[in-house]
């Protein structure tokens, strides 16, 4: 009798404790599938970044292939780190001293963004005016006005939605002496060198009840920011959640009345500052 059969009285055996239990058959080894050297050297290419890229560019024993691909590379790496850089040069709002106005905000704002090559002379459509320059937005405010504080986190939240555009901050007696306490806060909004709009008292917004996407849509009619984040998506506390159900209301504001003179010797300049006679209050 060989006890190693696989027989209806073996079995009978086994399940008596006669005989051992069988061994497990072993199942067939799976086919280990053939990675051949192109895919090898393609998957680490894949993986590797700029500065890896580079030290195996430099290394000996490379075809001319196998170069070319690491060089491909390497390129598309540098153009994402540009591209990273240009999403994230900014991210917060920053405090703005008196003395700096100038250069952080009128001329920062002509400020073309790495990788981003200026739109031509020649062209006005409304894609490339707003790919101009730097968007700017400088935030007058006062802590003791009670939507002063509420603002400030709001703005907070659309910059880091926006590191593409700079957010500054500086306190509006600091920035115009003897501005109104009646006018604070205020938005005043740059590109290109240009004023794009101010919004004076939070005209246009709906007071204590504003959120941060209420903002970023005014912000973006004045062309400060390029477009909704979905990182607002869920943040500004309404039942509609489109970017387009922003109400015509929001950011419609006046800025002729606004009390703010952006011409003559200050602050900054605009084009049409001459016809500005309503503005009440040099810069």
């Known amino acids: 009798m060989n006890p190693n059969e696989d027989t209806e009285f073996n079995d009978a055996l086994r399940a008596q404790g006669i005989l051992p239990p069988r061994p497990p058959s072993r199942s067939p080894s799976p086919d280990v599938p053939h990675i051949t050297r192109a895919e090898a050297t393609h998957a680490l290419a894949e993986v590797a970044d700029a ?11 490379l075809d001319s292939d196998d170069e070319r691909m690491f060089d491909a590379y390497r390129r598309k790496r540098m153009a994402e780190m540009q591209q990273a850089e240009k999403r994230g040069r900014f991210g917060s709002m920053e405090p703005l001293a008196r003395e700096d106005f100038v250069r ?22 409304e894609g490339t005016l707003k790919r101009r320059g730097t ?8 802590d003791s006005i009670p939507l002063s ?3 400030r986190p709001l703005l907070n939240q659309v910059a880091a ?27 005043l909004i740059y590109r290109n060198g240009e004023m794009m709009g101010q919004v004076v008292a939070g005209a246009g917004l709906r007071g204590m009840q504003t959120t ?13 920011l390029l477009g909704p984040s979905k990182a607002l ?20 504001v006046n800025t002729r009345g606004g009390g703010i003179r952006s011409g003559g010797v200050g602050l900054g300049t605009r084009r049409d500052a001459e016809d500005d006679d309503d503005s009440d209050f040099d810069m």
């Open 51 to 61: 500065d890896q890229l580079g030290d195996l560019l430099e290394g000996d024993g």
């Open 104 to 125: 952080e905000v009128t001329e920062g704002s002509k400020a073309v963004p790495p990788g981003e090559e200026e739109g031509g002379e020649g062209s006005d459509d």
């Open 135 to 142: 968007g700017v937005v400088v935030y007058l405010f006062q």
């Open 149 to 151: 504080q509420h603002l």
């Open 161 to 187: 939605a926006h590191p593409e555009t700079k957010f500054l901050a500086i306190p509006a007696q600091l920035c115009i002496p003897n501005y109104p306490d009646k006018n604070v806060p205020t938005l």
């Open 212 to 224: 941060a996407r209420d903002l970023e849509g005014l912000l973006i009619r004045y062309s400060a």
């Open 233 to 252: 998506r869920g943040s500004g506390g309404r039942d509609e959640d489109s970017d387009d159900d922003l109400d015509d209301n929001v950011g419609a």
